[in-house]
């Protein structure tokens, strides 16, 4: 069973999963109407990625004996400057999202809460997962610099982009 603060902190991150999944569809329309096919489909399969990340949290809630809310949501910026830009305001996201998780982490330890504890670390490893992702995006696009050609490139091979280890060094 959920302490009731506990609870009220996992309901807390609904909304910041639910948020995550809003910015990157945001994000994925943007590339869109630039064209830019590859970092569009890139950005919806993290919108619903971060979807199921959401929904993880409110089954967990319910089944623990709290109560999941749905909340009223942040809208999210329309225009992104550059893909480079647009791709260090996702990695400076998902380092806040980390901080969150952290956050909750704490929380589970001090109301010795094992067992969110233990569902906390699905997320503590996607973390890490997701940190270098957007790292490894973002030395490409360094390594690209301003070449449009580069881009053209780059938006094909997202498609097949993977991190080699989610706890490969930075
Ligand atoms: Fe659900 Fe990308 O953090």
Known sequence: MLSESMANALNK?????????????????????QGL???AEFMYAQSDEERQHMLK???YINERGGHSVVSEL???????????????TLFKHEVYVSQTINELVHIA????????HN??????AEQIEEEAQARTILD?????????SGLYMFDNDIKRLTVVSSVSPA
């Open 13 to 33: 991150q609904i909304k910041v999963e639910a948020e995550s999944s809003q910015i990157y569809l945001a994000m994925a329309s943007w590339a869109e109407v």
């Open 57 to 59: 949290f409110f089954k």
């Open 119 to 124: 569902f906390l670390q699905w997320y503590v």
């Open 140 to 148: 490409k696009i360094n390594l690209i610099g301003d070449a449009k």
């Open 109 to 116: 330890l001090q109301e010795k809460d094992y067992a969110t």
């Open 74 to 88: 942040t809208k999210p910026a329309t225009k992104f400057g550059s893909v480079k830009e647009m791709f260090e």
């Open 37 to 39: 096919e590859g970092i």
